[in-house]
């Protein structure tokens, strides 16, 4: 018997449309569903546009008990709080024991908490990358292990929450619009977080942006989606080789990060008015030389057109925010903008693979920090700096630097 009957009548006519992007098991068409009714087949099945189309009007039909859901988290800061300390961190596995930093997270002073990317491994079942169906059923148990556990339920309790996805809360290892069944991963994300009747909610993809603060003391938070309108990398030719482990730059002329709409939608959102701007990308964006992994110089058109825009509406007062890369860094470019631009990478949660990193880019500041860390964006306003920090499992402080988000004629 499957597990949502009469739905795999539904389910069953659109996973052969999708079988020829991912081979995946349809669930059993006999089934009868658990209140006894019977799904109507819509007759856009009949002769649906693509295989996406099809499972799009399939996940129309799930019911809500299908989508785990985060324990109810404190508020967002109003629109007139001043913002002061913010934390920041990426990749928690859920099958992993209770996180140290989670618990550290928890006992912080902080205005907000920024949670980044790879908040689970959902492609993943303990024992290596898994194929998913198209009900995404390890993605599903993954969020319900999170909000199961004590320590995110602490950090929950405690901190107002921003959220953003990356390739492992996202359904697929590295993937981006190519994923078959990415309208089912952003149902997921954005149920579980609370984000449905959102502006979020609204749109395909997972970015959104909130200010908080009177003028003079505005925090613009902007969450990027780097996942669902991203074109493919293009796979390294020396697979290990430092430098290019994983992928190289694409010389491609339809590359794309961020996809037209979330483009559109950046742009005005960097002519809003703001005083300092986070600008949260999953991925890394200033590091061009050190790693060859996920980052915005893998498709190096889309990383200048990045800086061209945040130039051109001569948005000020930004700094840029990553995860993903198991390891903290802090970063400065004194070229990308018309005036320096700094970089913090929080990673991970509980994820660390070494304890320590050689890794280093040409805007690195410092040694990069691999064991398991948070980061710390401490806000002064009377200076017009913010300090930059990589926390420690226990909250100490391993790596920091101080930075102007003001022009001096605006002090």
């Given at each position: 018997m499957g597990q949502f009957g009469a739905f795999g009548v539904i389910s069953g006519a659109i996973l052969i449309l999708a079988a020829c992007q991912t081979p995946t098991p349809a669930p059993d068409p006999e089934a009868e569903?658990?209140?006894?009714?019977?799904?109507?087949?819509?007759?856009?099945?009949?002769s649906?546009?693509?295989?996406?189309?099809?499972?799009?009007?399939?996940?129309?039909?799930l019911p809500e008990d299908f989508f785990p859901r985060a324990p109810r988290g404190v508020s967002l800061p109003g629109q007139g709080d001043i913002l002061t300390r913010i934390l920041v961190g990426s990749c928690l596995d859920e099958e992993r024991p209770e996180s140290r930093v989670m618990q550290t997270i928890a006992g912080e002073q902080a205005d907000l908490f920024l949670m980044i990317g790879d908040n689970v491994?959902?492609?993943?079942?303990?024992?290596?990358?898994?194929?998913?169906?198209?009900t995404l059923d390890e993605l599903r148990e993954s969020f319900s292990d999170l909000a199961a556990r004590a320590d995110f339920q602490a950090v929950r309790a405690r901190l107002p929450m921003m959220v953003a996805w990356d390739d492992h809360d996202y359904g697929a290892n590295d993937a981006g619009r190519e994923f078959p069944f990415r309208r089912l991963a952003e149902r997921i994300h954005e149920r579980f977080w609370g984000l449905e009747n959102e502006d979020?909610?609204?749109?395909?993809?997972?970015?959104?942006?909130?200010?908080?603060?009177?003028?003079?003391?505005?925090?613009?938070v902007i969450m990027l989606d780097t996942r669902f309108f991203r074109s493919p990398l293009t796979p390294t030719d020396e697979w290990g080789k430092k430098g290019k482990e994983r992928y190289v730059p694409s010389s491609s002329e339809g590359q794309d990060m961020l996809g037209n709409d979330q483009w559109t939608w950046l742009e005005n959102q960097l002519q809003q008015p703001a005083d300092l701007r986070l600008v949260v990308s999953s991925i890394q964006i200033l590091p061009t030389d050190g790693h060859g992994f996920e980052a915005w110089?893998?498709?190096?058109?889309?990383?200048?057109?990045l800086?061209?825009?945040?130039?051109?509406?001569?948005?000020?007062?930004?700094?840029?925010?990553?995860g993903d890369r198991h390891t903290a860094f802090l970063y400065q470019s004194d070229t990308a903008l018309p005036y320096p631009v700094s970089e913090i990478t929080a990673s991970s949660i509980n994820v660390s693979f070494a304890q320590t990193n050689a890794e280093i880019d040409s805007a690195q500041l410092g040694e990069g920090y691999a064991?398991?860390?948070f980061g710390a964006i401490e806000i002064d306003w009377e200076n017009g700096t913010v300090r930059l920090a990589i926390k420690g499992d226990t909250g100490e402080t391993v790596n920091e630097t101080v930075v102007p988000f003001r022009t001096p004629a605006a002090n």
């Open positions: 569903h658990p209140a006894g009714q019977v799904a109507v087949l819509p007759t856009e099945l009949l649906p546009p693509s295989a996406e189309a099809a499972l799009e009007l399939y996940y129309r039909t491994y959902g492609d993943m079942n303990g024992k290596g990358y898994i194929s998913n169906q198209a979020v909610g609204a749109w395909p993809g997972t970015y959104y942006a909130r200010t908080f603060g009177p003028e003079g003391q505005r925090v613009q110089s893998r498709l190096p058109a889309e990383q200048e057109r800086y061209g825009l945040i130039s051109e509406t001569e948005a000020e007062g930004v700094v840029f925010v990553s064991p398991d860390n």
